[in-house]
T-cell receptor, first 113, second 115 residues
Framework: DAKTTQPNSMESNEEEPVHLPCNHS???????IHWYRQLPSQGPEYVIH???SNVNNRMASLAIAEDRKSSTLILHRATLRDAAVYYC??????????????FGSGTQLTVLP | EPEVTQTPSHQVTQMGQEVILRCVPI?????FYWYRQILGQKVEFLVS????????KSEIFDDQFSVERPDGSNFTLKIRSTKLEDSAMYFC?????????????FGPGTRLTVT
């Protein structure tokens, strides 16, 4: 899977929007962009995914650059419960049986009350 | 909401002993996975399992490791002779096995401490 680059850490104030960036300049045309997060002392949790178009779900929004070389996970109103490590992961849609996730170091999001 | 469960939550064992970590994946899921996370490090893929056989495995998953689906609900990871460096959180995950993105659901993990 292609490599992603994320800031090591970010801070946000509670109830404010958070924009978590991810660079993936070597993304291929069949790579899906996935976001997972890991709350303290828990297993990773799926957040959202996309291919080309922006996506919204109940947890977050995903904004994908037109050239697909970067994306941004948007939490519209951060809560204390959103404090976690956020992982941006690329997965090849043509990978067939190779479905494993390759986690990087992610972004540690701190939410300030 | 269905969830992946893992037992035990914490396992302490002596070096050289065998351990079995247990997982109950979500019932209609077809793909099963084991990952591990050494304290302070990245989550690492170990193995994926589909249709009663290993689908993919990483270089970490050597002959000391094995996986099994002994019945219709459990999925186990066995470490034959534990080493100090096997101390980590072990996460089980499952997915439906449909076309990607095939979201993976993770369990809460088993903390393995090898002394």
């Amino acid at each position: 899977d292609a490599k992603t680059t994320q800031p090591n850490s970010m801070e946000s104030n509670e109830e404010e929007p958070v924009h978590l960036p991810c660079n993936h300049s070597t993304i291929s045309g069949t790579d899906y962009i996935h976001w997972y997060r890991q709350l303290p002392s828990q297993g990773p949790e799926y957040v959202i995914h996309g291919l080309t178009s922006n996506v919204n779900n109940r947890m977050a929004s995903l904004a994908i650059a037109e050239d697909r070389k970067s994306s941004t996970l948007i939490l519209h109103r951060a809560t204390l419960r959103d404090a976690a490590v956020y992982y941006c992961i690329l997965r090849d849609g043509l990978a067939g049986s190779a479905r494993q996730l390759t986690f990087g170091s992610g972004t540690q999001l701190t939410v300030l009350p | 909401e269905p969830e992946v469960t893992q037992t035990p939550s914490h396992q302490v064992t002596q070096m050289g002993q065998e351990v079995i970590l247990r997982c109950v994946p979500i019932s209609n899921h077809l793909y099963f996975y084991w990952y591990r996370q050494i304290l302070g490090q990245k989550v690492e893929f170990l193995v994926s399992f589909y249709n009663n056989e290993i689908s993919e495995k990483s270089e970490i998953f050597d002959d000391q490791f094995s996986v099994e689906r002994p019945d219709g609900s459990n999925f186990t990871l066995k470490i034959r002779s534990t080493k100090l460096e096997d101390s980590a959180m072990y996460f089980c995950a499952s997915s439906t096995g449909t076309l990607l993105p095939d979201e993976q659901y993770f369990g809460p993990g088993t903390r393995l401490t090898v002394t």
